[in-house]
């Protein structure tokens, strides 16, 4: 089985509901307030292995809930082994309104700030070829280069999940044998929001140009489309009544990269992540709602 590491975030998330969202200056009531430990990084990492992939966690947690968080991905299954803890700063907090289904988030990166570039080099020490190795942008941008580098280096196949969006350096195009934005992405690192997929394969175009090597556009409940120079595959969404997107897009990106290890096809794998991602979205919360493979199948 190859190994697949993520270096990414690791948050606790606290989370409310809400019928109506606050203006400036105002006080609203809330629901259902609940603690759930997220983060992208995590979250895939749990998607991984929940989906019956070898998942190795690369990140950091700080003084605020972070034996919680640590303790939580190992009860799913995660290697935790290269997660270092920082007593002089908070864990990475993801403060999450919930209105109509669909989220609001505000971060503070916390620990997620100190994943540095020496702890991938120490981390990706004993990687091989073809492990996979999966990063976002919740971290410090120099560290996700090099983590992207290292695995080039060792012929590992790479997947950048380019959330939040910010501007990239020239270099990490070229490193991403995937690129996987979702709409909101896709448009601000091509300036055409992919509603229809033609409008997905004109900006997948876009993207390829830059030197990735495939593209697949996450579009909610239009499904997912797969770009690369030879082909373009799409996958259909499953129809469900969305309680919570959270972690829907972390949901799929674990869930393509485990069937990709496998040696599953790109159509394959991305109807079993988007099966994956429609039972998270009918679920509170991020980790706990992701779906197991027995579930998804």
Partial sequence: MHKIYVVGSINMDLIINTDVVPEAGMTVTGYGFMTNPGGKGANQAVAVSKCGGAARMVGAVGNAFGDQLRDTLRGYGVDTSNVCQYDEVSSGIAVITVNGGENRIILDSGANGLVSTQMAEKALADAECGDWLIVQLEIPVETVLEALRIARSKNMHTVLNPAPACALPDEIWQLADYFIPNQTETCFYTGIYPDTAEKAQQAAEILLAKGVGKVIIT????????????????????????????????????????????????????????????????????????PTRKEIE
């Avoid at 469900?240 to 096809?265: C, K, M, P, Q």
């Avoid at 109807?271 to 994956?276: D, L, Q, S, V």
């Fill in 219 to 290: 579009m909610g409940s239009q499904g997912a489309l797969a770009v690369s120079e030879s082909q373009t595959v799409a996958a259909e969404a499953c129809r469900v009544e969305a309680i919570d997107t959270t972690a829907a897009g972390d949901t799929f990106v674990g869930a393509l990269v485990t069937r990709l290890s496998e040696g599953t096809n790109i159509r394959e794998a991305m109807t079993f992540a988007n099966k994956a991602a429609a039972i998270t979205v009918t679920r509170r919360g991020a980790q706990q709602a992701i």
